[in-house]
């Protein structure tokens, strides 16, 4: 039976390896630099859809969590980087 999360989730999260992943990591909650946010990026170099989800994350201004492998710390930084190339 398909929920009405996977009929609104995009396609590639069925591939994501942190969907079955311990719920007790937090993904959204993880503060960087943290424990947790090691964890979460240790799952996330495994995953297949990386850099969509890495992607996703920069095109949306994802401002919260670890997404692709990198927090909010790392999201900021490639940001700042990828203006200062473009200036
Ligand atoms: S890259 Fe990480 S956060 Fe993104 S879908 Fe994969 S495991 Fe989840």
Do not use: F
Not at 7 to 21: G, K, S, T
Request: glycine share 6%; net charge negative.
């Amino acid at each position: 039976m398909t929920t009405l999360v996977e009929l609104r989730a995009p396609r590639w999260h069925v591939y994501a390896a942190c969907r079955n992943a311990d719920r007790e990591v937090g993904w959204i909650d993880a503060e960087p630099g943290s424990k947790a946010a090691a964890d979460c990026k240790a799952i996330c170099l495994l995953c297949p859809v990386r850099l969509t989800c890495a992607i996703t994350a920069l095109t949306e201004d994802e401002s919260y969590g670890v997404w692709g492998g990198m927090d909010e710390v790392d999201r900021e930084a490639l940001r700042r980087a990828d203006a200062q190339i473009a200036a």
